[in-house]
């Protein structure tokens, strides 16, 4: 297990297993306000201790449907012995009973470990529930696994591949370009339908594979029109505007995909032709996203790449509201033609 170190040069305290590879421990802890990624975990380690003991005792607790005494209870060894998994839930949320309870037993299995249970903690985040939590993290064995908001493509991408790796699947840069693009929105959808394809594909995960589970969620996206508009397609991206208005896609997310594409590509472009893979980390961006913005780039210079970015900047304050008597559905249009426009024209 890596272990980080502080701005000063002092060990920081161990790094802890990803969502993905944690297993089972005397004591998991997962904390964070990203409940599909201790969902996730929470799967993992089910399946993990269930596959080691088919017929483990399972008790899921929390302080909604608490009474005194069910805690230990749950904890205890049975009368014949055997495995146990107790799951505790809303951590954050402890108090009264519920609190002293949990808190009692997670010194009892410091002074005296319990190689039978296996004790989950979910903690939601926030400053509830610390001196519970804080107890629990000093059983011997425990371990914490961070569940921290996910906050861009490139950490999408990352959560794809790693949830894939732990299945023994691998997948097509594209492919995890495609998937993130049509449900990176949705966090839990996609490590869902990321799990569907680890279940389901037998070999590399390819493009077509992603698209047979989500290819028809993507025409009406803003990343689709965007795509368009950046290659000069300017019937395929107006006709795919419409189509996404009806659908009742929200004009702020069009201009959101059509602004953070050319923010990439604008990034790219200033960054030399380093290879990608040195570039990922100044750029805060995947290789895959560096190759795809500089294949954007393709028939763009810096003039042109300068006005779609300002008529897109434009748009985005039509849609929000900020230029009075502009139709959001105009404002778009425009911004869609002029980004079309830009495209070459200055060479």
């Given at each position: 297990?890596?272990?980080?170190?502080?701005?000063?040069?002092?060990?920081?305290?161990p790094a802890g297993?990803?969502?993905?590879?944690?297993?089972p421990?005397?004591?998991?802890?997962l904390?964070?306000?990203e409940?599909?990624?201790?969902?996730?975990?929470?799967r993992?380690l089910?399946?993990a201790?269930?596959?080691?003991?088919?017929?483990?005792e399972?008790?899921?607790?929390?302080?909604?449907?608490?009474?005194?005494?069910e805690?230990?209870?749950?904890?205890?060894?049975?009368?014949?012995?055997?495995?146990r998994?107790?799951?505790?839930?809303?951590?954050?949320?402890?108090?009264g009973?519920y609190?002293?309870?949990?808190?009692?037993?997670?010194?009892?299995?410091?002074?005296e470990?319990?190689?039978?249970?296996?004790?989950?903690?979910?903690?939601?985040?926030?400053n509830?529930?610390k001196?519970?939590?804080a107890?629990?993290?000093?059983?011997?064995?425990?371990?914490t696994?961070?569940c921290?908001?996910v906050?861009?493509?490139?950490?999408?991408s990352?959560?794809v591949?790693?949830r894939?790796?732990?299945a023994?699947?691998?997948a097509?840069?594209?492919?995890v370009?495609?998937?993130v693009?049509a449900?990176g929105?949705?966090?839990a959808?996609l490590?869902?339908?990321?799990?569907?394809?680890?279940?389901t594909?037998?070999?590399?995960?390819?493009?077509?594979?992603?698209?047979?589970?989500?290819?028809?969620?993507?025409?009406?996206?803003?990343?689709?029109?965007?795509?368009?508009a950046?290659?000069?397609?300017a019937?395929?991206?107006?006709?795919?505007?419409?189509?996404?208005?009806?659908?009742?896609?929200e004009?702020?997310l069009?201009?959101?995909?059509?602004?953070?594409?050319?923010?990439?590509?604008?990034?790219?472009?200033?960054?030399?032709?380093?290879p990608a893979a040195?570039?990922?980390?100044e750029?805060?961006?995947?290789p895959?996203?560096?190759?795809?913005a500089?294949?954007?780039?393709?028939?763009?210079d810096p003039?042109?790449?300068?006005?779609?970015?300002?008529?897109v900047a434009d748009?985005?304050?039509?849609?929000?509201?900020?230029?009075?008597g502009?139709a959001?559905?105009?404002?778009?249009?425009?911004?869609?033609?002029a980004?079309?426009?830009?495209?070459?024209?200055?060479?």
């Open positions: 297990m890596a272990t980080r170190r502080t701005g000063r040069g002092r060990p920081a305290a297993p990803s969502a993905f590879e944690v297993g421990s005397p004591v998991v802890l904390v964070g306000t409940q599909a990624l201790a969902d996730v975990a929470l993992r089910i399946a201790v269930r596959e080691q003991t088919p017929d483990v399972r008790h899921e607790l929390g302080p909604a449907r608490f009474t005194v005494g805690v230990s209870a749950a904890v205890a060894p049975s009368l014949f012995g055997g495995r998994l107790v799951v505790l839930e809303g951590l954050e949320a402890a108090a009973g609190s002293d309870e949990v808190t009692a037993v997670a010194h009892e299995l410091a002074a470990p319990d190689d039978e249970l296996v004790l989950i903690g979910r903690h939601g985040g926030g509830g529930g001196a519970v939590l107890a629990l993290q000093k059983v011997p064995g425990a371990v696994v961070t921290a908001p906050a861009g493509d490139r950490e999408r990352e959560l591949v790693s894939l790796r732990t023994g699947r691998r097509d840069p594209d492919a370009e495609v998937l693009e449900l929105g949705d966090l959808e490590m869902a339908v990321t799990g569907q394809l680890a279940d594909v037998t070999g590399q995960v390819g493009v077509d594979d992603v698209r047979a589970l989500v290819g028809g969620r993507r025409e009406a996206r803003g990343f689709d029109i965007a795509d368009a950046v290659a000069g397609r019937g395929e991206a107006l006709s795919l505007l419409r189509h996404a208005l009806s659908q009742r896609v004009p702020v069009v201009v959101g995909a059509l602004g953070s594409k050319l923010r990439s590509m604008a990034k790219v472009a200033g960054a030399g032709r380093g040195a570039l990922a980390k750029l805060s961006m995947a895959w996203q560096i190759d795809r500089r294949r954007d780039l393709q028939g763009w003039a042109g790449l300068r006005t779609a970015i300002v008529a748009a985005d304050a039509a849609v929000k509201g900020e230029v009075p502009v959001s559905a105009y404002a778009l249009e425009r911004a869609v033609v980004v079309t426009d830009a495209r070459g024209r200055h060479r």
